[in-house]
């Protein structure tokens, strides 16, 4: 049943509802970038009714962690409670009161579990032994837990190889909010309206991140909002990029090092490039730290068609870290009315050029949907060759393609992503250069598939002598068609 005060969550709601009804104990992890609405979801799906909740702390002891839990417990079963010395006898505490409630069903919810897990703490070891011994064998148990550090959850929780191995019923990946999800946000609860290239313009700053969203003004200019949330002195969000490093990662600096890094390239930076640009030794330490990132959707790896995995580049993709370090960081914080002087102006053409190249990335479904071939079996690649002299003495100028679909009915979309202010006319250099690179491309890969040019684009293509090289067209109106996990 969907809950009339949640947008979106569809497919995630039905996975709650059916593990709420199943007849035994349940173990459901949510997790997901912070700021995304793992909290929301779960408190809203449950109309915030749970019979014992609690919420980690950030960056306190285990003696505080205690204290708290203490007070949570005492809150919730009426009756003083002794302090804890342990985990072991929090859970046990815990235990002790859920075995007098008499329910259909008990829900718990724990929030930010991974700041639980303090040094030293055995945290971990407590909760297995509490999930084992006690909550797994009550049928009518639903224990529901969120974290934001994304690394905890994946490797520590979800992929624990001790006493909760294979215990997890179910795990959600929460994602961002989609472009239609953020209109229908931002128009439903926050009562916004706003045009579509308004909202494409919010969806690249913000990323479709409810938090950020919800921050918007209704009642200030757009460009006024970004001013007061990102460049005004104590902007709300000034500090923001800077926190959800310390907040997901220990090790903070070098894991901003290196998301700052690879945003020096839009394309992205290969093992080795990044490896240079940091100083520091290629090892396992380096293969955590991108691999870590990559969970947490703040970049993506890539390895374009016909390269090895060696090749792989990685990409910054977190939109709100894109354009934090583009115009926040960068700018020194000295001009307070920086977007609203900025926006719509050529200094920021080619961060909106790659910022909407990254928002059709997250909109593949309806990529594909507005193309009708979203029951085709297809993978999506980006191809780039460098300058080359084949064996017939003919010199290529080599190319760059950043969305390719490969589709199993032997064709190939090679798509053209352009952010303009009107529609896009084709002209006969740009026709040339449309035609040189396909060849190119069918001349390297040796493919033998159909080759259609697709213009994703913010107002479509201009008709002109030319416009007749585009096989297909996807509109920014497109992007915002609702699509199901």
Same mark, same amino acid.
């Given at each position: ?260 890094? &690879?945003? +020096?390239?839009? /394309?992205? @930076?290969?093992?080795?490039? %990044? $490896? ?87 909109? &593949?479904? +309806?990529?594909? /949907?507005? @193309?009708?071939?979203?029951? %085709? $079996? ?108």
């Amino acid at each position: 049943m969907q809950r009339i005060n949640i947008i979106g969550r569809e497919d995630e709601q039905k996975i709650l509802e059916q593990y709420l009804n199943s007849g035994k104990a349940e173990l459901i992890a949510i997790y997901g970038r912070r700021r995304v609405g793992k909290t929301y979801l779960i408190k809203s799906f449950f109309d915030d009714k749970f019979d014992f909740t609690f919420t980690g702390l950030y960056d306190v002891s285990r003696g505080v962690q205690l204290s708290q839990f203490q007070k949570f417990l005492a809150k919730y079963s009426g009756k003083p409670v002794n302090r804890f010395r342990d985990w072991f006898e929090a859970f046990d505490a815990l235990a002790e009161y859920l075995d007098t409630l008499d329910k259909e069903r008990i829900i718990v919810f724990f929030d930010e579990i991974p700041w639980m897990d303090t040094p030293k703490s055995n945290f971990l070891a407590a909760f297995s032994q509490f999930w084992n011994d006690w909550a797994a064998q009550k049928n009518n148990f639903k224990l529901f837990v969120c974290g934001s550090a994304t690394t905890w959850m994946v490797s520590k929780f979800i992929g624990n190889k001790g006493g909760i191995y294979g215990r997890i019923s179910r795990s959600i990946w929460l994602r961002p909010f989609s472009l239609g999800e953020t209109e229908q946000f931002l128009r439903d609860i926050k009562g916004i309206n706003m045009s579509r290239h308004q909202l494409l313009q919010a969806y690249m700053i913000f990323g479709g991140i409810p938090y950020y969203l919800d921050m918007l003004d209704k009642s200030i200019p757009f460009d006024v909002c970004v001013d007061n949330l990102l460049f005004k002195q104590g902007a709300p969000l000034r500090m923001e990029f800077d926190f959800l490093f310390r907040t997901l990662f220990k090790e903070a600096k070098i894991y901003r090092s290196t998301v700052e890094a &690879i945003a +020096q390239k839009l /394309k992205g @930076l290969t093992r080795a490039e %990044i $490896i240079k640009s940091l100083n520091i030794s290629d090892g396992g330490m380096l293969t955590e730290i991108l691999d870590n990132l990559e969970k947490c959707d703040f970049i993506r790896r890539y390895t374009a068609i016909g390269k090895t995995e060696r090749d792989s580049m990685y990409q910054l993709t977190d939109l709100f870290s894109l354009f934090y370090l583009k115009f926040v960081a960068s700018g020194g914080g000295q001009e307070e009315n920086l977007w609203s002087k900025l926006s719509g102006k050529s200094k920021t053409s080619a961060w909106s050029g790659y910022a909407f190249e990254q928002v059709c990335l997250h909109h &593949i479904p +309806q990529i594909k /949907k507005a @193309l009708s071939i979203g029951g %085709i $079996i297809s993978n999506v690649h980006s191809w780039s060759c460098r300058p080359f002299t084949d064996k017939n003495g003919t010199q290529w100028q080599g190319g760059q393609i950043d969305l390719l679909i490969d589709r199993s009915d032997e064709v190939i979309n090679i798509c053209e992503i352009k952010y303009v202010k009107d529609e896009f006319a084709i002209d006969a250099d740009y026709d040339a250069v449309l035609r040189r690179r396909a060849t190119l491309f069918a001349t390297v890969t040796k493919t033998k598939k159909a080759i259609y040019h697709t213009f994703i684009t913010t107002y479509g293509v201009a008709r002109n002598n030319y416009s007749g090289i585009v096989q297909s067209e996807v509109l920014a109106d497109d992007l915002f068609a609702s699509f199901g996990i």
